[in-house]
């Protein structure tokens, strides 16, 4: 019971968030709220195979951009009636852009996954950065879905019984996506695949003698992780009714990077702390000065210096000081 302490408070707060909002006036807040929920999402997909797979990838905002992008032009084709490549229809359909979204970029994973996981260390990392900006071209060069611009959404997708055109009811929709991935998540990290992935960042050499194939289970945990991001690009596309390459540009995945190191590198609930603490100070430094980035990177570089572990790190030395 003590471990579903700190998921009921989180799930509470959210909930909770759009009445605060209303209460105090600030409709922000619930907009706010929404791209934590998601760029979390996005944080806990890339921790899966960064802080327990010790693989890192500069490319992984490419499969956020990409759940974007089906689900505008899933919109996109089904708005102008006209099927993708003449054969696949358009959808404005939740229940069937979401999936689409997180098959189309676990499919992108696994295709960059299995050329990229046959290296290591710095040239994994310049391959999947390479891979990633050649995503992103692609699509600045697509005019049909709106080059550099971006492609608009008239609405976000619906789904049976609900309203999916007033922003409330996208947002409790948003959490309730969240608390299924990441309950997914906790059965994933907490099996014996996760312990196995552990085990390969720790030694991989070990692993190996052990009789384990620990490249087939680095593309496993990175088509997961891919189809994670894809699915809270879907997300967000859903929410700004808007898709755009800068979704997908190398400076999203530094960005994702930093949630993961910022809220606890290698922990559950790291990537949700790491981009709601981000979030927040970009939110707040953006109102104070246009050079916010460089008050985020001084209070990064304290965390990672000081804190050894993020902020999950601090709070638990906190907790253990008390004791």
Known sequence: MRKLILPIVLIAIFAAMPLFADIFGKNALQTLSA??????????????????????????????GVGAYAVGILSHHAASEVAIFGVFPGSTQLLITLPVAMLIA???ALLIGALSLRTGGVQFIMITL?????????????????????????????LPGLNMRDKLTVYYVILAVAVIYFALMWRVIHSSFGQILKGIRQNERRMEAMGIATYRYKLYAFVLAGMGAGLAGALMANFLRFASPDMMHWTK?????IMVILGGLGTFF?????????????????DWTEHWQLGLGI????VVLFTKGGILGLIERLKGGRG
Do not use: C, K, W
């Not at 891979?131 to 959404?153: C, H, K, N, P, R």
């Not at 995945?253 to 990077?257: A, K, T």
């Not at 209070?299 to 304290?302: D, V």
């Open 106 to 108: 676990g499919f992108a």
């Open 35 to 64: 791209r934590i929920l998601i760029y979390a999402m996005a944080a806990a997909s890339l921790n899966l195979i960064l802080g327990f797979g010790g693989m890192v990838s500069f490319g992984h905002a490419a499969f956020f």
């Open 130 to 158: 390479a891979f990633a900006q050649m995503i992103f071209f692609l699509f600045v060069s697509l005019t049909t879905y709106g080059g550099e611009d971006g492609i608009i959404m008239r609405r976000a997708n619906t």
């Open 299 to 302: 209070i990064l570089l304290l």
């Open 253 to 257: 995945s530094g960005e994702l990077i």
């Open 270 to 286: 790291g990537p949700i702390l790491g981009a709601a603490a981000f979030m927040i100070l970009e939110f707040y430094l953006a």
